[in-house]
Nanobody
Framework: QVELVESGGDSVQAGGSLRLSCAAARSIRSINTMDWYRQAPGKQRELVASITSGGHTTYAESVKGRFAISRDNSKNTVYLQMNSLKPEDTAVYYC????????????????WGQGTQVTVSS
């Protein structure tokens, strides 16, 4: 089994910035596409940003120009830099990996982190 561990969630005022990190809690060979999702109270989980192993990124319209996703493949870590935060960005943010290569022949699919709380006050 592999655990994805998120960190960096906090409470900030509107206009502030946070940087989230997500890393595998054990040694692995690689991760394919990594994503950040978020879920606000009473709402469905939504995709915030994705990054492929090659570095191609996509963003939800609501965060374009404010958030930036990046990754360090040598550390199997993904980051989400969040700037100009708004109260509507308040949510639990989840890291997701579509495919994790554990060993040369062993793969795991559709893995989620436990989530990290981001609270933005006005």
């Amino acid at each position: 089994q592999v655990e994805l561990v998120e960190s960096g969630g906090d409470s900030v005022q509107a206009g502030g910035s946070l940087r989230l990190s997500c890393a595998a809690a054990r040694s692995i060979r690689s991760i394919n596409t990594m994503d950040w999702y978020r879920q606000a109270p009473g709402k469905q989980r939504e995709l915030v940003a994705s990054i492929t192993s090659g570095g191609h990124t996509t963003y939800a319209e609501s965060v374009k120009g404010r958030f930036a996703i990046s990754r360090d493949n040598s550390k199997n870590t993904v980051y989400l830099q969040m700037n100009s935060l708004k109260p509507e960005d308040t949510a639990v943010y989840y890291c997701h990996a579509d495919q994790i290569q554990i060993t040369f022949l062993q793969y795991l699919y559709d893995y989620w982190g436990q989530g990290t709380q981001v609270t933005v006050s006005s």
